[in-house]
């Protein structure tokens, strides 16, 4: 039953359990989520925003010195007035955005025009097969070329290049990475094992791609949030920016870009979390594994979980084979 994905559901079940029960974190230092409300949204009078009110948002959050910014909005096609103040902006080398890979060609969203690929990142989610996302995708491989995910972008950019020129945090150093000999990444000391089709409670995943089991950070509050009119009438706090990576992104429910995740069984209200603040989570899993030496989820090999099986099953065997008696044989 288990090798088939039998008991998948179960053990799924479990896991959310467990992600529940785990000690909340609570929001993480490096991150700041700048959230396109649906206030927002009516107080700009249309959707999707206008090039300007982006340019605007980037222009803002640079004056306070942020270390990267990742925008979680499609800019493939201009949305006038503003075009050329968004272009400019985009040219700033610690501003990252997103295209979409879909699963055909029909449902592809192309990057904006001019980035280079290391400040590109696709948002694509994985979904389990009951809807929630429990894994993070970090790479994939699309026509012999590697597409990396934003969140998986803007934590490797943080980690990898130490300080970006604007930056005046002296103690940043870049941290090394490598592949090992199982071709996984390795970030300084931490070794961020990737799943496989048969992982932990996992019989029947598609496995392509580099995956991680996502480690959630928080139920509500990955990060210290603000409002997009907050950012343009410059009410924010410095510290929440300065060396930051700030994600932008909407959390209006109009827009529908929410996800079912392993805190939604047991939420009130609103019981999906917003894109942007899943990929938040997926940064901060990052961050935490090899800056705060936080745990990653981790698993037996499939020969470790056979072995442990026959285990039980050959002492199951063995206590009915000696005790007759139903009562000893219950106790035992």
């Excluded at 400019?88 to 029909?106: D, E, F, I, P, R």
């Excluded at 090394?176 to 390795?186: D, F, I, R, V, W």
């Excluded at 700030?246 to 995740?261: E, H, M, N, Q, R």
Aim: net charge positive; hydrophobic share 40%; aromatic share 6%.
């Amino acid at each position: 039953m288990r090798q088939l994905g039998g008991l998948q559901s179960l053990e799924l079940f479990a896991f959310d359990q467990m992600v529940r029960s785990q000690q909340d974190q609570g929001t993480d230092p490096r991150l700041l989520i700048v959230a396109i409300t649906e206030t927002d949204i009516q107080n700009q009078k249309q959707w999707p925003l206008s090039d300007r009110v982006i340019a605007q948002t980037l222009a803002k959050l640079q004056q306070y010195q942020p270390r990267l910014i990742g925008l979680d909005l499609f800019r493939d096609v201009p949305n006038k007035p503003g075009q050329a103040e968004l272009a400019q902006q985009l040219q700033q080398s610690n501003v990252l955005a997103v295209h979409y890979l879909g699963n055909t060609k029909a449902e592809k969203v192309a990057a904006p025009v001019g980035l280079p690929p290391d400040r590109i990142g696709f948002n694509d989610l994985v979904l389990d097969p009951d809807g929630k996302v429990r894994r993070n995708l970090m790479f994939t491989n699309i026509n012999n070329t590697v597409a990396t995910s934003i969140s998986a972008q803007l934590a490797l950019t943080y980690l990898t290049r130490g300080c970006l020129p604007q930056s005046s945090q002296p103690t940043c150093q870049p941290v090394p990475s490598k592949l090992t000999k199982k071709k996984e990444l390795q970030l300084g000391t931490v070794v961020l094992s990737r799943l496989k089709a048969d992982s932990g409670g996992y019989q029947t995943i598609d496995d392509r791609g580099y995956q991680l089991l996502l480690n959630y950070r928080s139920a509500d509050r990955v990060a210290n949030q603000v409002s997009l009119q907050q950012v343009l009438d410059g009410q924010l706090d410095p510290a929440w920016v300065k060396d930051k990576i700030v994600l932008i992104g909407t959390t209006a429910p109009s827009i529908k870009d929410v996800f079912y995740t392993p805190y939604s069984s047991a939420a009130l209200g609103n019981r999906q979390m917003p894109g942007v603040m899943v990929h938040a989570q997926m940064v901060s899993q990052i961050l935490s594994a090899v800056l705060d030496n936080r745990p990653l989820p981790w698993f037996w090999s499939e020969r470790k979980e056979v072995a442990w099986i026959w285990a039980w099953a050959l002492l199951g065997g063995l206590l009915a084979w000696r005790l007759r008696h139903p009562l000893m044989l219950g106790l035992a």
